[in-house]
């Protein structure tokens, strides 16, 4: 072969060497353009990503700049519901400075602690204040854990009455209730009012103690309520414990009728893993959910699922 045929070679070579690497980009950016899945949340109409993001830990992080970083990433992955809360410390303030400027690009939702008229109220303006808003997409009563709970908010000058003159005044869309301790009485509070959304524990352990999943989802099913699902990882301890890992409990929560999964997440990694898993979300086949539930029965109940009642009842 000729110098000029050999050079004309090698320079081939090297063009085809680059090819693979060029596809492998491309790839990714076909997959880091593929959206997060939306789900309508009941009979709201708001159209949700299936993944929340959880801020509780924006109130954890002792700086600010890195958890107002988190949230911004999870706005540039596509994640468009944020859940936050007026108990979470300083959450709603770094939640609204990461926010700003996006607020009609997301659903935006806190809650609510103080059972009477007059707490609610306050916690309320405070919210709106901290998170840079004038409305909330959603509102929801925080933590009905026993019937006492129940009768204080709907009682004379309980916190209901400010949710209802709340959403009557334009600062809140929907109403919502949030319980982790026992679906009994999830399922009561429903009997006293119709909610727009419940949130509540659904992972693949719940189904062997004070379910959630067995007791309270098919009647917001029936109710078309939005299902907004919590310690779908048992707050971590699925992890610590080696019960399941996230590519096969967060698909196993999205396989159920239910609308958005919130994660509170303390890393940046745990943020990209669990959008990545969103994006390639398929629903599990029934004996995938079977094998699945069967290995990790024997860790069911209070050992991991630590925020639900106790067999004997107490909190």
Known sequence: MSEAGRSA??????????????????????SAAKEIPRRVLGRTGLSCTILGFGAAWLGIYKSEEPAIELARR??????????????????EERLGKAL?????????MTKVLGRSREEAEKELETSLRMLRTDYLDVWQIHSVKVQQDLEQI?????SMEAALA????????????????????????????DFDTMQMPLNVVDLFYRSFEKTVLP???????GVLAMKSMAGGWMLQ???????EALPYVWSL??????????????????ARLAREFKPMREKEKATLLERVRPMAGVQTEYYKLKPDGSL
């Open 9 to 30: 070679r090698r320079k081939f070579l090297r063009a085809l060497a680059g090819v693979p690497a060029a596809l492998g980009c491309l790839a990714g950016e076909a």
């Open 74 to 91: 999870a706005l540039e992955l596509g994640v468009n519901f944020f859940d936050t809360a007026r108990d979470y410390g300083v959450s």
């Open 100 to 108: 700003e400027g996006k607020r009609k690009n997301v659903v935006l």
């Open 154 to 158: 709907f009682g004379p000058n309980g």
């Open 166 to 193: 709340a959403q009557k005044a334009g600062k809140v869309r929907f109403i919502g209730v949030t319980g982790h301790k026992d679906p009994e009485t999830n399922l009561k509070a429903l009997s006293y009012y």
């Open 219 to 225: 009647e917001l099913v029936k109710r078309r309520t």
């Open 241 to 247: 414990k080696a019960v399941a890992r996230a590519r």
């Open 257 to 274: 009728p239910m609308h958005v999964l919130i994660s509170g997440v303390q890393t940046l990694e745990q943020l990209e893993e669990n």
